[in-house]
C-alpha cells in the first residue's frame, strides 16, 4: 500500500488531518447515491448476466473541474 | 471553468447506448430546450476551445453527430462534454449533500493520492474506480474511443454498487473507520 501523502494533502488542505473526515463525508454522500440506485434493483436479473455494464441501472459520476 | 463538480446520475447504460444511430432529432430538439442554461455554458467552453472559427461546433451539432452515428474523432472533447447533458435526460441528476459539497473538493485529487485513504476506510470498490475513466460512450471501443483526460466518467454498474454497498456497511458497522483513522493519523506523526 503505498503512504498517505501528508504533504501533498497540506497543498491542498488548511488541515490535513481533516482528509479524513472529508473522505468519510465525500463516502457519505457517495452511500446514499449507491442506495438510490439499487432502489427497486434486480439483483437477481443483474447477476445473471454476463454483461453487468449493460443491464439495469448502475450510477455514472462525472467528475469536472480544475485539476 | 474555476469550479469543481461532481456529477451523479441513476443511469442504464443500455439506454445512453441506444442514442447513438437512434436519429431521434426531437430527442436532440427537446433536450436543447430543457437544459437550455446548461447547454449555453457547455458552447460557451465549446468557443473557448476552438482554436480557429472553422474548429468550432455546437452543442446541437455534436448531440447530431452521436444521435445520426456521424461521430469525428476531432470532436472527442465535444462528445465528452455533452455526456452530463445526455446523462441528465435519460437517467435521474442525483443531488450531493455533502457537507461543502466535499465530494466535489476531492475531485482535486489523483487518485494515487486518494487511493491509500480510501483502501484504510475499506472502501475498495471506490478506491478501485474513483477518477477511473470507464465510459466509452458513444464510442463501440477504446480504439475508436481516442484520448481524453476531462472531465472523467466513470460508470459503476449495479454489481459495483452492490459490492460498494456491502463495503461501505462493513466499514461503519465494525466501527473500523475510527480505528483506520487513527492509524493514519500515526502514520502522519511518523512522516512529519
Known amino acids: 500500500m503505498s503512504r498517505f501523502d501528508r504533504k501533498l494533502y497540506e497543498q491542498k488542505t488548511d488541515d490535513p488531518d481533516d482528509v479524513m473526515a472529508d473522505m468519510r463525508d465525500a463516502i457519505r454522500q457517495l452511500h446514499e447515491w449507491f442506495k438510490e440506485v439499487e432502489k427497486n434493483e434486480d439483483r437477481t436479473r443483474s447477476k445473471a448476466t454476463t454483461d453487468s455494464q449493460a443491464s439495469g441501472d448502475g450510477l455514472l459520476i462525472i467528475v469536472d473541474g480544475d485539476q | ?192
Open chain 2, 1 to 192: 471553468m474555476s469550479e469543481n463538480y461532481v456529477f451523479g446520475f441513476k443511469l442504464n447504460m443500455q439506454s445512453l447506448v441506444r442514442l447513438r444511430g437512434s436519429k431521434d432529432t426531437q430527442f436532440v430538439e427537446g433536450l436543447l430546450k430543457a437544459d437550455s442554461d446548461s447547454v449555453k455554458e457547455i458552447d460557451d467552453l465549446f468557443r473557448d476551445y476552438a482554436d480557429r472559427p472553422a474548429e468550432l461546433l455546437t452543442v446541437s451539432q455534436a448531440l447530431e453527430e452521436m444521435v445520426m452515428n456521424r461521430l469525428s474523432k476531432d470532436h472527442v472533447y465535444h462528445y465528452r462534454r455533452c455526456l452530463e447533458l445526455l446523462a441528465r435526460r435519460v437517467g435521474t441528476e442525483l443531488r450531493d449533500e455533502s457537507r461543502s459539497r466535499t465530494l466535489a473538493f476531492l475531485q482535486s485529487f489523483w487518485p494515487s493520492d486518494l487511493k491509500p485513504v480510501l483502501d484504510l476506510l475499506g472502501v475498495k470498490a471506490i478506491a478501485r474506480l474513483w477518477l477511473y475513466d470507464n465510459v466509452l460512450f458513444p464510442w463501440d471501443n477504446e480504439a475508436e474511443a481516442g484520448e481524453f483526460e476531462w472531465p472523467v466518467a466513470t460508470y459503476y454498474s449495479n454489481v459495483v454498487v452492490g459490492q460498494a454497498l456491502s463495503e461501505i456497511w462493513k466499514s461503519r458497522s465494525s466501527k473500523d473507520v475510527q480505528v483506520r483513522s487513527e492509524t493514519l493519523r500515526a502514520e502522519n506523526r511518523r512522516s512529519r
